[in-house]
């Protein structure tokens, strides 16, 4: 369990953290001597035997306060990125767990003057990463300008990341519209789109044709039975249809005049050219 307080004097605002937790690993120690670049400045303060993290906040505002009545462009998101990216390769660089990386929009402060974000590790209790992407994911999704469609493209692609578990950051080029690239490697699934029904590799394509042919094949044989009737008298015509290989093979004949050109035709779509 976290508290968390905002305290405001007129020497300066200061974020208050305290866990009920009694962790204590050398990330502590590590984190305050080496000051990543990128996060808030941390100092310890005692009160009544408790040990309260005291993070400077001067000059700043959160992300859910700063972005209450503002939404998030294109610009906003990159700068959010590449801040966020740059945390993770500190906390790398200084072998800092990802557990200890409080990036909640509360927790994220944007400097007003530097134009830069700062990320708040707290390193007295741990939290689940995809968690806390996952909330951030969220504020990004119902904060973007829903008029920038680049904005719309990225936030959501962040968002659809993390909640089937991938957390990683994409590095955006603004105006490019190819897929988006990340700071890790990743496997990106592009949505296959669907096959129209007229496309013959497709099932819906595949019963177009085979309807097709079939009716040809009735037709052929309508026609065939009529060019009869034109050479024969009708007692030899009807000697003719009392025989089954004349049926058979007029039958035979009829399909094969239907099949020939839907095979050539699908062919020639798959490989550029006609079948022979």
Known sequence: MIYREIEKKVTGNSLLLRSSENESGYEIKMFLENRPEGFLN???RYVN????YVYDVTGMES??????????SIKDIMNIFNDLSAAFSALE?????????????????????GRKYHMCFFPK???????TMEELADFMIQR???RDEEAIRYAYDFYKGVVSGVYSIPKINPGKSSVPEYDEVRTYVSPIPDKETNDPGSPGGRSVS?????????LLGFIALFTSALFFSP?????LLERTDVLVSITLTSALCAIIPFLKKEGYEQTGEAKP
């Open 42 to 44: 941390c100092t310890l």
């Open 49 to 52: 035997g408790e040990e309260f």
């Open 63 to 72: 992300l859910s306060e700063y972005y209450e009545h503002r939404t998030l």
């Open 93 to 113: 660089e200084y072998l800092l767990s990802q557990e200890y990386l409080r990036i909640e929009p509360v927790n994220i402060f944007y400097d007003l003057s």
């Open 125 to 131: 209790e741990k939290r689940d990463l995809g968690l």
């Open 144 to 146: 973007t300008d829903y």
């Open 210 to 218: 085979f309807s097709m042919i079939f009716c040809s094949i009735v």
């Open 235 to 239: 007692d030899e015509l009807s000697l």
